[in-house]
């Protein structure tokens, strides 16, 4: 994977305790560069439309400036802490909230963060509800020119 990095054909992302405001040492997580070379290794048929998302966001976010990390909340894992300065933001990327279930997994780690910071999901097929909370719902297409972040 260092070869791959250094290619730059895949980013790693560490993880970041978000209460003990820390990066932990194991379970990095990895992005592509280029969601091509996943096309061209899996092909179209076996895409996987959420972790396509989410690696969308995760480019958006770096091209952003962000220093992107994984969060990790007891039990719990938010897609990202996303760091710039003083500023921090925490997202979720699904491809959809609309059902009860899917709500309580995506939004259950942002209701447990209590520091003040922004909260938001990002989905490709937004739902009635645009904020839960203090949660913002934002959709993929909205994302790179809406700024919540």
């Given at each position: 994977m260092g070869y791959l990095e250094e290619a730059p054909a895949f980013y790693r992302v560490k993880r970041h305790n978000i209460k003990a405001k820390e990066a932990l040492a194991v379970n990095d997580k990895f992005y592509l560069a280029d969601l091509g070379i996943g096309t061209a290794v899996l092909g179209r048929r076996d895409a996987d439309m959420g972790r396509l998302m989410e690696n969308l966001v995760f480019l958006e976010l770096r091209r952003r400036g962000f220093?992107?990390?994984?969060?990790?909340?007891?039990?719990?894992?938010?897609?990202?802490?996303?760091?710039?300065?003083?500023?921090?933001?925490?997202?979720?990327?699904?491809?959809?909230?609309?059902?009860?279930?899917?709500?309580?997994?995506?939004?259950?780690?942002?209701?447990?963060?209590?520091d003040g910071h922004g909260k938001v999901v990002i989905t490709m097929e937004k739902s009635l509800n645009a904020d839960r909370d203090g949660i913002a719902e934002i959709g993929l297409r909205e994302f790179p020119t809406g700024r919540p972040l």
């Open positions: 220093a992107v990390y994984a969060g990790r909340l007891a039990d719990a894992e938010v897609d990202f802490v996303a760091m710039s300065g003083s500023g921090k933001a925490y997202a979720q990327a699904c491809y959809s909230m609309r059902g009860p279930a899917t709500e309580e997994r995506e939004t259950r780690p942002l209701r447990a963060i209590r």
